[in-house]
């Protein structure tokens, strides 16, 4: 009868629990609202389908740049780290899980040793005793299971697995915000050389024009025919051109370094890959449209880890809120011991429920609740953050649009601009080969010409940089996992991979 009742009440203990464990404390809420704009106030590429970023590198049709951003990926650092830090983030979220499971042990022991028993005797005749002592080897043998499972009575064990959950999305996010960083930079260093490849022919050119030039103003000094004077700033300007030109090549020499650091790829290998690859191709156009920014900004992984953050930080509040109130947790085992002696063997089996515990927090000085304090601290923080890190996001494709329109609407004027100067240098060189001109107004064609040049190409190299600025800014075709990658709204459609 006795037993019933301690069953009993033992399963009215396990009720209560598994009724309160129900029962979690309210967090913070986990979503919050971001300023995502109604509408992009730039105008936006490609029609306004994001659906190009699955291939955004490959609309250059220049297979090396895929290789080079494929090759950076392999050999990035960064990219190894966050890898990393997924990996730890997983096997926090298995143990996270696995503590509102109960667990289980298994044990086994042996040991031996001798017992024994004495028996006295004496008699009548015989002031003295004697003793008789028998002993016997005896070996003892356990086996058993022995399990703990604390009852998360108000969702601690919850909040800290979702916690657990929610980090490691996050460091995933981070791994693809990671892969986007390092193919964005690739493409600049990429882009880069092959502008610094441009310039050096244009300061070729020019160091060559100039060289002629003295040369043959120093022949026609000789003769007579020119005045020393000129003759003079000729072989000045042609020495100031070798000057640059002796400098663009040693800035293209340090430019391709940085290119051999990040892709891993052997200089000489990599020299090899550049002169069989045509020039730079031309840039997609960039078409005007006003869509609907928030499904673009959502897809990058920067953003949806600051989201994800928010979520994290709810529930680490829950938890330190929860490390308030009671605690209630079960233990039990199942058991067999053998013992055997002399020839006698017995094996007794046990079991128990219990002890069934309960840590009921009285006087902490206070931590308990300076912990909920600094975790619902650090939740307003992280969505303070979110929230920047959207407002930042806005800005940077709104920026990178700006800077495309404007480049693209640049582009012309640099053409028409090098294209006339390049007429008029023609013409003043014709008129100067004739006496019709001065060594002066040829050398200031010259140097028009060759700024004007100068100009477009730090054009182009400005426009491939807000073109991968672009890239980088809509999160370089990552997919957020909740999402499908295409949807029926043209403007929420994204790649998955760059």
């Not at 028998?134 to 800290?160: C, H, M, N, V, Y």
């Not at 309960?358 to 912990?371: I, K, Q, Y």
């Not at 923080?381 to 693209?408: F, K, M």
Request: charged fraction near 20%; hydrophobic fraction near 45%.
């Amino acid at each position: 009868m006795r037993r019933l009742r301690s069953i009993a009440a033992l399963g009215l203990t396990l009720g209560l629990g598994l009724g309160l464990a129900g029962c979690g404390l309210t967090r913070p809420p986990a979503a919050v609202e971001a300023p995502f704009p109604a509408q992009w106030h730039a105008p936006l590429p490609h029609g306004g389908s994001l659906a190009s970023l699955a291939d955004w590198w490959r609309q250059l049709d220049d297979p090396l740049l895929v290789e080079l951003i494929a090759a950076a990926e392999a050999a990035s650092p960064n990219l190894a780290s966050a890898a990393a830090r997924v990996a730890e983030a997983r096997s926090t979220r298995v143990q996270a899980g696995a503590a509102l499971l109960p667990n289980l042990d298994a044990t086994a022991s042996a040991s031996r040793g001798v017992s024994g028993s004495s028996f006295g005797s004496g008699g009548a005749a015989s002031s003295s005793s004697s003793s008789t002592a028998a002993i016997a080897p005896l070996t003892t043998l356990q086996a058993g299971l022995q399990s703990k499972w604390e009852i998360d009575l108000f969702g601690r064990l919850r909040a800290d697995r979702d916690s657990a959950e929610q980090k490691l999305s996050s460091a995933t996010a981070k791994w693809h915000e990671a892969r986007v960083a390092v193919a964005a930079e690739t493409a600049n260093a990429y882009f880069a050389e092959r502008a610094c490849q441009q310039q050096l022919r244009v300061s070729e050119s020019d160091a060559k024009s100039r060289g002629e030039t003295a040369r043959l103003t120093d022949l026609s000094a000789r003769a007579g025919f020119t005045a020393p004077a000129d003759a003079a700033l000729a072989r000045a300007s042609a020495s100031d051109a070798s000057g640059r030109l002796t400098q663009q090549r040693a800035v293209c020499a340090v430019q391709r370094k940085a290119l051999v650091a990040l892709s891993g790829i052997d200089e000489p290998r990599l020299e090899r890959k550049l002169a069989a690859s045509p020039a730079q191709r031309t840039l997609p156009a960039v078409g005007s449209i006003a869509s609907v920014p928030a499904e673009a900004i959502s897809q990058r992984p920067d953003v949806y880890a600051a989201e994800l953050g928010v979520a994290s930080a709810s529930a680490d509040a829950g938890s330190a809120e929860a490390e308030r109130y009671p605690r209630l947790s079960i233990s039990g085992s199942i058991g067999r011991m053998q013992i055997r002696t002399s020839g006698f063997r017995e094996s007794l089996d046990t079991w128990t429920i219990g002890p069934v515990s309960l840590t009921v927090p009285l006087l902490d000085g206070g931590a308990r609740a300076a912990n909920s304090d600094a975790a619902k601290a650090r939740y307003t923080e992280a969505v303070s953050l979110y929230r920047a890190n959207v407002r930042q996001a806005v800005r940077e494709v709104e920026e990178a649009l700006v800077n495309l329109e404007a480049t693209d609407a640049r582009a012309a004027d640099a053409d028409a601009a090098v294209k006339n100067y390049q007429a008029s240098f023609d013409a003043t060189q014709a008129r100067y080969q004739s006496g019709l001109a001065s060594l002066f107004e040829l050398e200031d064609s010259r140097r028009t010409l060759f700024a004007a040049q100068t100009a477009r190409v730090s054009l182009q190299r400005e426009r491939t940089e807000a073109w991968v600025a672009l890239y980088r800014s809509m999160g370089g075709g990552w997919t957020r996992p909740e999402s499908p990658s295409m949807t029926s709204n043209p403007a929420a459609k994204v790649a998955t991979s760059p």
